[in-house]
């Protein structure tokens, strides 16, 4: 295929350009792909490095002296490429595009002795291709109709790196309005965390009271001998017991762990009818506990789809997961809310 660099950049700057949600690496990247077409002018074989503080400060809007480098430490070209490989494997045209160039887009940096400024920049390598051409030959020569999805990425490629949702796109309930600030934050100790679990209690106990006075409410009509009423109440006991325990067990039980877990599935009263996911999480960044409702997501490497968290089955019973929706028993993930890495749970075989 006869495509130049510049037409490669340009591909590039486009798919991240499309990205919905762009996060800081994702302009830095942008930033850094348009300075070496600006830069590069006739010449783009020769890589343009750009320093990481003005990527920052372009990101993010801060004034360059401003920025500290404890900051932008957190920015290393191994996270500009894995949102750069994420963005390429996220779509089949962009999957394409490389598979068939033989050519990967690859972030590099300097090692940084002394007060050395830390620079990035991208070479295009080329990529051994053997591995897609031998999938595409079994491919030919098996039955038309038979269609295996592409295994894209080698297996050591599956590990994942979770994001957060910003909280403004997360959609809560009016009561977890109340309770909550504008930045989801609920701190414990402070007025409006003692009445978010004086609620809780009172929610608990009233719960239970309502249970037990219909089963004696039950009781005094089986004495009544009125077998209408006898129906009547117990079809409505019925209910009320399936209505309590699964407030006990999503609810009550649920916001219980949260203390031990530190992170739990947000319960559904603290969401909007809209918002199909959330997660609660427990920090302690002082010295008291401040509860968050947040959504961690990512994109899982074999199938594309998105990956939430979710509670772990049998085998991982105590650890939450990362599942994907499209396989959510299948592809299933590690979930580090620390250091937001995950690692495939299946066999390092799966993909071959
Ligand atoms: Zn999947």
Known sequence: MNINNLEIYQFLIKILNNKPKKINSTKMLIDLIETQIDKGEENFEIPVRVSRK??????????????????????????????????????????????????????????????????????????????NQEVKSALVNDDANFK??????????????????????????????????????????????????????????SNWIILFSSILLFVMYVYSKSVWLIYLSFTYIVVLTLFSFSAHKNKYKRLHSLVQRRIIKAPEFLLHIDQFNADLELNRPTDFNIAKITEYYSSCPICQSRILVDYGDETYKYYMVGRCRNAPDAHVYTFDRVTLKGFFLGHEAYLK
């Open 148 to 205: 295996v999805a592409q295994p894209h990425i080698p297996a050591n490629r599956l590990d994942i790196v979770y994001e957060k949702t910003k909280f403004d796109e997360i959609k809560i309930s009016r009561r977890a309005k109340f309770f909550f600030n504008k930045d989801g934050e609920l701190i414990l100790r402070k007025p409006k965390g003692i009445a978010f679990m004086l609620y809780l209690v009172v929610g608990y106990i």
């Open 54 to 131: 003005l990527l920052y400060s372009n990101a993010t809007g801060e004034v360059i002296e401003s920025v500290q480098e404890k900051t932008v430490q957190n920015y290393k070209a191994k996270n500009l490429q894995q949102e750069l490989d994420k963005t390429i494997d996220e779509q089949q045209v962009s999957r394409d595009f490389f598979s068939n160039l033989g050519i990967r887009p690859v972030i590099c940096e300097n090692a940084t002795e002394g007060n050395q400024a830390k620079e990035f920049w991208m070479e295009l390598q080329r990529i051994d291709n053997s591995f």
